[in-house]
């Protein structure tokens, strides 16, 4: 059972670093993001969600910045639609030692601020751009409510990104704006973020890439 409790900015701070392992169970029930933006493929993904859940509700709160929420069981899930191009990715494969050292090099962050850490998916950063956060850094620094969040990149360029928060679960996402900020950092699967709460709404994002080669996104023409 999820304890509500106050935005938890002064908290204790979060000083050891872990990739999530309870990522793909979090993206299973708060996204339920399309694989494809065609009208046939959201609809399919629509009857779907319908079909395991006894309705589908605008999500009063978000339908403005493109996405909606459906009770799968009672619990709150967020269907994003998609705002950003989808891409697809032109860097080399990566081998996993490769990985292993990104994700190495981003736990040995310190920081006197909460922190967490996130590996990034096919579906953060290249399509449907809805990054599912740690659900213990949610519950314990992260408001308890959907609210706008500003992300601060490593040349301290700020984005502001859209937070949704699923109080079934305790679980929260980026969703509007994150895809702008994935793009325009050049983000790529199995790079590593760790996400710092330097202060409250403000989080400023570290990225240790899988390669440090940047190659051009070629545009996917087939999710439009």
């Excluded at 950003?84 to 601020?113: D, F, M």
């Excluded at 305790?170 to 996400?195: P, R």
């Excluded at 570290?206 to 080669?213: K, V």
Aim: hydrophobic residues 35%.
């Amino acid at each position: 059972m999820c304890i509500e409790k106050p935005s938890a900015f002064h908290a204790k701070p979060s000083y050891d670093l872990d990739a999530t392992t309870e990522s793909d169970a979090q993206d299973k029930l708060i996204s339920a993001a399309p694989e494809e933006e065609n009208y046939v493929a959201k609809k399919k993904r629509t009857e779907e969600i319908d079909a395991s859940s006894s309705k589908l509700r605008k999500h009063s709160k978000g339908a403005s910045a493109g996405y909606k929420s459906a009770s799968l069981n009672s619990t709150e899930a967020v269907v994003k639609v998609q705002r950003e191009q989808a891409v697809i990715s032109r860097r080399p494969p990566v081998t996993e030692e490769q990985k292993n050292y990104a994700l190495q090099r981003a736990k040995q962050y310190k920081s006197k601020y909460p922190i967490t850490l996130q590996i990034m998916k096919e579906t953060y950063v290249y399509k449907t751009y809805f990054m599912i956060i740690p659900c213990e850094f949610v519950r314990d620094h992260l408001p308890h409510s959907d609210k706008k969040l500003t992300l601060w990149d490593q040349l301290g360029k700020t984005w502001e990104v859209t937070y949704v928060y699923c109080s079934q679960r305790c679980a929260g996402a980026f969703s509007g704006g994150w895809g702008t900020f994935s793009l325009g950092n050049h983000l790529e699967e199995f790079d590593v973020c760790v996400f710092e709460l330097f202060s409250e709404d403000n989080i400023k994002v570290h990225i240790y890439r899988a390669n440090a080669m940047l190659t051009d996104y070629l545009v996917d023409s087939s999710n439009k």
